[in-house]
């Protein structure tokens, strides 16, 4: 016996009828920011200074960005240094969202984990390599860099 014989025929032709699907199933969602922890951008354009950050061994393993123009504070990660790089983000990024809230602009949170030295005073894992303060061109040259690899456009 088959699926649909267990339906009438009004029934079967309701549902197998052509009908649009509701709009919420075809329309473009409008995402908007409801709440969260403030937070500087992330990416942009223009050149950068950042700051390096080294793991208890000395090795550095990532670097801190910012741009005023952008409001773009970031972590720019080596890949060589692997998952500590990713790991070590976080108090870095809790004193990054401190200076946000209490309206610092980029450089000058910048400066201020320049002069903290490092990521959590009870247990420091990491910290700003001192005298690494340095400019780049753009966020491309930074990766270069660190080691990542470029990003490629994909072709339209």
């Known amino acids: 016996m088959r699926a649909w014989t267990a339906f009438s025929d009004v029934e079967f032709t309701l549902m197998s009828t052509d009908r649009n699907p509701p709009g919420y199933m075809t329309e473009d969602l409008q995402l908007r920011e409801i709440s ?21 061994s000395d090795v550095i393993i990532a670097y801190i960005y910012a741009n005023n123009e952008d409001d773009v504070v970031g972590w720019q990660v080596r890949p060589a240094a692997g998952h500590e790089a990713h790991s070590a983000y976080y108090p870095w990024m809790i ?13 000058a949170a910048l400066a201020e984990l ?21 400019h780049a061109v753009g966020l491309a040259a930074l990766k270069q860099i660190a080691g ?9």
């Open 95 to 107: 004193k990054l969202r401190d200076c946000k809230a209490r309206g610092l602009r980029p450089s």
């Open 36 to 56: 969260g922890p403030p937070s500087y951008k992330g990416i942009t354009d223009k050149s950068v200074d950042y700051i390096a950050i080294a793991n208890q």
């Open 148 to 156: 990542a690899p470029p990003i490629v456009a994909k072709p339209s």
């Open 114 to 134: 320049v002069r903290d030295e490092i990521d959590a005073p009870a247990n420091p894992r990491s910290h700003v390599v001192p005298g690494s303060r340095q």
